[in-house]
């Protein structure tokens, strides 16, 4: 494989693609400052306004004072930077298929997208609504002290309206077993059996539903349980910068060597609209 066939440009190109596939919560995030990130440590500064105050008014009097507008500023901070650096020797690179090379890049990318969806999923702790089952986390079945798994799913969504959580782009992410479970409720079935139609994310009770192996595990008296996250694309926020893609002859190799850096942060900008539920399987 010639060095000098190796374009970065293309090569970047192809590892954020492959990015975008693998990744689940970064479909689950607004990436609104991804174009102002540049460089390790890079900020943004986002103000949030207060509430505003509204008085009631009668015919011919006079209003009060205006208002002084109050706020909060918040940064999203990229403090996050993972790199990949292989190497494909020269003796391989004549023996093996010419797509050696892509192949690697592809196993880089999804080693990068799991590092990334580790660090937004690591996010349940800012979630505003906690759901627990008071502190002894749900236990997921259909027998008696158990709680039915689309049962939980609705409640999930009551606690969304009831803290005046917007309708509009909710989700929730659930582990493999709980989506076997869910797969037993009929409402979820026809949701299911659409999306293997349609390839549409599948939706009940108003909310899309999607599936991880990255989701957080914690332990309620040395038992595992699962951490799962709901919310609106606006709850967290995330950018992300992929720095350099950099192809090399390492000194003391006959190789083609390429190294990459991926430069990422997120944010819960809007703790109030994110739910973390904790559950495991009865």
């Known amino acids: 494989m010639a060095l000098d066939n190796f374009i970065p440009e293309i090569w970047s190109a192809r590892l954020l693609k492959h990015l975008d596939e693998d990744l689940v919560f970064k479909q689950l995030v607004n990436t609104d400052y991804e174009g102002e990130i540049r460089n390790v440590g890079d900020t943004v500064r986002v103000n949030r306004i207060g509430d505003i105050v509204v008085g009631s008014y009668t015919k011919d009097g006079e209003i009060g004072a205006p208002q002084q507008l109050s706020g909060e500023q ?16 020269d003796i391989d690179a004549a023996q093996q298929n010419p797509k050696t090379m892509d192949d690697a890049m592809n196993r880089a990318a999804f080693a990068l997208a799991k590092e990334v969806d580790e660090y937004i999923a690591g996010l349940y702790t800012k979630a505003g609504v906690k759901l ?17 798994p689309y049962d939980l799913v609705v409640d999930i969504v009551e606690q969304m309206d009831t803290h005046n959580i917007p309708g509009a782009g909710r989700w929730i992410v ?16 026809l949701a299911f ?7 549409e994310i599948p939706v009940i009770a108003g909310i899309k539903v999607l599936m991880s192996t990255n989701l957080p595990i914690v332990k309620i008296s040395n038992v595992n349980h699962s951490v799962m996250l709901a919310g609106t694309n606006m ?18 190799r006959f190789a083609d060597a390429v190294k990459g850096l991926l430069l ?19």
């Open 74 to 89: 918040l940064v999203l901070t990229i403090d996050q930077f993972k790199y990949f650096n292989f190497y494909v020797d």
């Open 235 to 252: 709850a967290i926020s995330f950018a992300q910068q992929l720095n350099k893609v950099e192809a090399y002859r390492p000194e003391k």
């Open 193 to 199: 059996q659409d999306y293997k139609t349609t390839g």
């Open 264 to 282: 990422f942060g997120a944010k819960v900008f809007y703790p109030e609209s994110l739910v973390s539920i904790v559950a495991k399987k009865a």
């Open 132 to 148: 627990d089952n008071s502190g002894a986390g749900y236990q997921i079945g259909t027998l008696t002290g158990q709680k039915n």
């Open 174 to 189: 659930i582990p493999p077993w709980f989506h076997a479970a869910l797969l037993k409720s009929e409402e979820y079935k």
